[in-house]
Protein backbone atom coordinates (compact mmCIF):
# COMPACT_ATOMS: atom_id res chain seq x y z
CA UNK A 1 0.00 0.00 0.00
CA UNK A 2 2.82 1.94 0.52
CA UNK A 3 4.48 1.39 -2.84
CA UNK A 4 0.82 2.49 -4.34
CA UNK A 5 0.77 6.06 -2.21
CA UNK A 6 4.02 6.23 -3.34
CA UNK A 7 3.43 5.63 -7.39
CA UNK A 8 0.17 8.08 -6.70
CA UNK A 9 2.14 10.72 -5.47
CA UNK A 10 4.52 10.50 -8.74
CA UNK A 11 1.70 10.93 -10.97
CA UNK A 12 0.01 14.25 -8.61
CA UNK A 13 3.89 15.64 -8.94
CA UNK A 14 3.14 15.10 -12.81
CA UNK A 15 -0.68 16.30 -12.44
CA UNK A 16 0.23 19.46 -10.61
CA UNK A 17 3.26 20.67 -13.24
CA UNK A 18 5.88 20.39 -10.23
CA UNK A 19 9.15 21.45 -11.62
CA UNK A 20 11.31 17.97 -12.93
CA UNK A 21 8.37 16.01 -12.33
CA UNK A 22 7.87 12.94 -14.61
CA UNK A 23 4.81 10.73 -15.23
CA UNK A 24 4.76 7.74 -12.79
CA UNK A 25 4.75 5.18 -15.66
CA UNK A 26 7.59 5.97 -16.82
CA UNK A 27 9.61 6.22 -13.21
CA UNK A 28 8.40 2.67 -12.46
CA UNK A 29 7.09 0.88 -15.54
CA UNK A 30 4.35 -1.63 -14.99
CA UNK A 31 3.91 -1.42 -11.44
CA UNK A 32 0.10 0.07 -12.20
CA UNK A 33 -0.85 -3.43 -13.61
CA UNK A 34 0.70 -4.95 -10.41
CA UNK A 35 -1.61 -2.82 -8.12
CA UNK A 36 -4.20 -3.64 -10.21
CA UNK A 37 -3.57 -7.67 -10.22
CA UNK A 38 -2.66 -7.51 -6.93
CA UNK A 39 -6.32 -5.63 -5.62
CA UNK A 40 -8.04 -7.81 -8.10
CA UNK A 41 -6.03 -11.01 -6.59
CA UNK A 42 -6.03 -10.22 -2.73
CA UNK A 43 -10.31 -8.92 -3.24
CA UNK A 44 -10.90 -12.20 -4.99
CA UNK A 45 -9.32 -14.63 -2.41
CA UNK A 46 -11.17 -13.13 0.11
CA UNK A 47 -14.25 -12.82 -1.26
CA UNK A 48 -13.67 -17.09 -2.09
CA UNK A 49 -13.21 -17.59 1.76
CA UNK A 50 -16.25 -14.86 2.84
CA UNK A 51 -18.32 -17.54 0.53
CA UNK A 52 -16.75 -20.69 1.81
CA UNK A 53 -17.07 -19.42 5.30
CA UNK A 54 -20.91 -18.63 4.91
CA UNK A 55 -21.79 -21.95 2.67
CA UNK A 56 -20.08 -24.15 5.76
CA UNK A 57 -21.26 -22.58 8.63
CA UNK A 58 -24.50 -21.15 7.29
CA UNK A 59 -26.17 -19.27 9.99
CA UNK A 60 -23.38 -19.68 12.38
CA UNK A 61 -21.55 -17.25 10.47
CA UNK A 62 -23.47 -14.57 11.45
CA UNK A 63 -23.34 -14.97 14.81
CA UNK A 64 -19.35 -13.71 15.11
CA UNK A 65 -19.04 -9.89 15.41
CA UNK A 66 -15.21 -10.38 12.77
CA UNK A 67 -17.37 -12.26 10.30
CA UNK A 68 -19.36 -9.35 9.87
CA UNK A 69 -16.42 -7.14 9.67
CA UNK A 70 -15.29 -8.93 6.70
CA UNK A 71 -17.81 -9.40 5.15
CA UNK A 72 -18.66 -5.60 4.77
CA UNK A 73 -15.03 -5.29 4.09
CA UNK A 74 -15.24 -7.71 0.77
CA UNK A 75 -18.85 -6.22 0.05
CA UNK A 76 -17.54 -3.07 -0.42
CA UNK A 77 -14.15 -4.16 -2.09
CA UNK A 78 -16.91 -5.82 -4.58
CA UNK A 79 -18.81 -3.22 -5.04
CA UNK A 80 -15.85 -0.47 -5.52
CA UNK A 81 -14.58 -3.15 -7.93
CA UNK A 82 -17.73 -3.73 -9.70
CA UNK A 83 -19.18 0.36 -9.88
CA UNK A 84 -15.63 2.30 -10.43
CA UNK A 85 -16.21 2.96 -13.93
CA UNK A 86 -19.29 4.57 -12.61
CA UNK A 87 -18.85 5.92 -9.21
CA UNK A 88 -15.34 7.13 -8.23
CA UNK A 89 -15.11 7.13 -4.16
CA UNK A 90 -11.73 7.77 -2.96
CA UNK A 91 -10.90 3.72 -1.73
CA UNK A 92 -8.40 5.02 0.84
CA UNK A 93 -10.67 3.23 3.56
CA UNK A 94 -11.13 0.46 1.79
CA UNK A 95 -7.55 -0.03 1.82
CA UNK A 96 -6.74 0.93 5.23
CA UNK A 97 -9.94 -1.71 6.10
CA UNK A 98 -8.12 -4.30 4.51
CA UNK A 99 -4.91 -3.85 6.35
CA UNK A 100 -6.70 -3.96 9.60
CA UNK A 101 -8.26 -6.98 7.86
CA UNK A 102 -4.45 -8.43 7.23
CA UNK A 103 -3.58 -7.77 10.52
CA UNK A 104 -6.31 -9.63 12.56
CA UNK A 105 -5.27 -12.55 10.23
CA UNK A 106 -1.69 -12.05 11.20
CA UNK A 107 -2.52 -12.16 15.09
CA UNK A 108 -4.77 -14.91 14.61
CA UNK A 109 -1.84 -17.17 13.19
CA UNK A 110 0.59 -15.84 15.76
CA UNK A 111 -2.08 -16.98 18.36
CA UNK A 112 -2.51 -20.12 16.44
CA UNK A 113 0.99 -21.50 16.35
CA UNK A 114 1.10 -20.28 20.60
CA UNK A 115 -0.75 -23.92 21.13
CA UNK A 116 1.70 -25.35 19.19
Known sequence: MACQRQYEGFENEFMLNFPGATPAGTVWPGWEAFFH??????????????????????????????????????LMWLFDWLFSSVFLPNPTILRM????????????????????
Not at 42 to 60: D, H, N
Not at 98 to 116: E, G, H, K, S
Open 37 to 74: ISELAFGTIFLVECVLKLVLLRRRFFFTMWNWFDLVIV
Open 97 to 116: ARVFRIARLVRIIAWANFFD
